[in-house]
Structure formats: structure tokens, C-alpha cells
T-cell receptor
Framework: DVKVTQSSRYLVKRTGEKVFLECVQD?????MFWYRQDPGLGLRLIYF???????EKGDIPEGYSVSREKKERFSLILESASTNQTSMYLC?????????????FGQGTRLTVV | EDQVTQSPEALRLQEGESSSLNCSYT??????LFWYRQDPGKGPEFLFT???AGEEKEKERLKATLTKKESFLHITAPKPEDSATYLC??????????FGAGTTVTVRA
């Protein structure tokens, strides 16, 4: 089975802190993604990476950065956490499928910024 | 811009009461439509991928169908364990999935 593992299920951080969210996948997938999920808004793409050291902005990259030094690991960084970044963060990796790709998700990190 | 709209937002069913969830989409060049199930506090779990209008997929009590403008997820004779949020997503390019806000289904025994 594909496994996407996020380092924390729950995090509480203070405003202004630098926050690291880690994600590891074990299926040798090229593509990895970070989403945030908020009630009524669905999942919104923050950043994605299609190769080691490569990154692309998603729909809401402001206030975030990412790092992908190894194929299996994709990190999301909140440079200076703010209360409006309180959310559920979901990591995903994908493999190619018929004409498209299939994304598998981690269990999520519920981040609260106080 | 890709748009995905799911309805209803919430659905309360009695056990055994069949119903359907709707996912309407606007996308240029659909490469795939995905259905996921999400339990509270967990990440989405893949259910189905549909690639072309007329295609249907089934898994236990769930059946997904696709037209050129929308997809339906039919739940036949649901059980309480089918309670979850069901997410629809479309893929229009190589990397990006655009998600709807989801339909939260509650099945009462």
C-alpha cells in the first residue's frame, strides 16, 4: 500500500514562529503536494514539486515556502506563523495513471497558531 | 479557471435510504475526475477515477458516473459506516487537482 506520512497529527505554535511540516512517501512518486483544508473552502493547493529541488507555486503560496532535498521528502515551511494559517494541512504524492495521475494523501496535520 | 461545485453541502440519510451526491465542474480539457472519502480528522482516501463521459465505476454500495458537465456519486442502501465527507476533484493539467468543498453524509441507524 502507498504510504504518505506526515510528521505530526496536531501542532500548536505561537504567532511569529517558524514552523516546519514534514511529509514522507514510500512509493517513489515524482510529484508531491501540500494542500490546506478549511471548512467551506475545500482543499487549496499551496505548493507542489515534480522533482527533487523543483517547486511550483499553487493557488495560495503566500506566507509559505517548501523544500524538497530528497525524492521521498517534501517539507512545508511557515516562515512566520500567523493566526490565519490555522488550518488542516494535507500532503499528497502522485503516480501517473490513465491520462492523468492518482494522488494519495497523508493523514493530515491540524495546525493551530495562537 | 477550473471550478468544482458539490451539492448538497450536507446529507442526512436513514440506513438503507439511497441517495446521490452531485459534482458539477467547469474545466478546460478534463484529464480525470476523482472521488475521495474523508473521515473526520483524517486525510482523503481515494475511491474512484473517471476519465470520460459515460464511464461508471462501482465499489460496494458506491457508484460513480460521469457526464460532460457533472459527476454523481450514488450511495445504495447506505450503512452508518458510509458516514463521511465525500470530495470531488478534477484534473486539468499535469499536476493540479481542483477540489470541491465536499458533501458531508451522515447515515443514521
Amino acid at each position: 500500500d502507498v504510504k504518505v506520512t506526515q510528521s505530526s497529527r496536531y501542532l500548536v505554535k505561537r504567532t511569529g514562529e517558524k514552523v516546519f511540516l514534514e511529509c514522507v512517501q514510500d512509493m517513489d512518486h515524482e510529484n508531491m503536494f501540500w494542500y490546506r483544508q478549511d471548512p467551506g473552502l475545500g482543499l487549496r493547493l499551496i505548493y507542489f514539486s515534480y522533482d527533487v529541488k523543483m517547486k511550483e507555486k499553487g493557488d495560495i503560496p503566500e506566507g509559505y515556502s517548501v523544500s524538497r532535498e530528497k525524492k521521498e521528502r517534501f517539507s512545508l515551511i511557515l516562515e512566520s506563523a500567523s493566526t490565519n494559517q490555522t488550518s488542516m494541512y494535507l500532503c499528497a504524492s502522485s503516480s501517473p495513471g490513465q491520462g492523468g495521475f492518482l494522488a494519495f494523501f497523508g493523514q493530515g496535520t491540524r495546525l493551530t497558531v495562537v | 479557471e477550473d471550478q468544482v461545485t458539490q451539492s448538497p453541502e450536507a446529507l442526512r440519510l436513514q440506513e438503507g435510504e439511497s441517495s446521490s451526491l452531485n459534482c458539477s465542474y467547469t474545466v478546460s480539457g478534463l484529464r480525470g475526475l476523482f472521488w475521495y472519502r474523508q473521515d473526520p480528522g483524517k486525510g482523503p482516501e481515494f475511491l474512484f477515477t473517471l476519465y470520460s463521459a459515460g464511464e461508471e465505476k462501482e465499489k460496494e454500495r458506491l457508484k460513480a458516473t460521469l457526464t460532460k458537465k457533472e459527476s454523481f456519486l450514488h450511495i445504495t442502501a447506505p450503512k452508518p459506516e458510509d458516514s463521511a465527507t465525500y470530495l470531488c476533484a478534477v484534473q486539468a493539467n499535469d499536476y493540479k487537482l481542483s477540489f470541491g468543498a465536499g458533501t458531508t453524509v451522515t447515515v443514521r441507524a
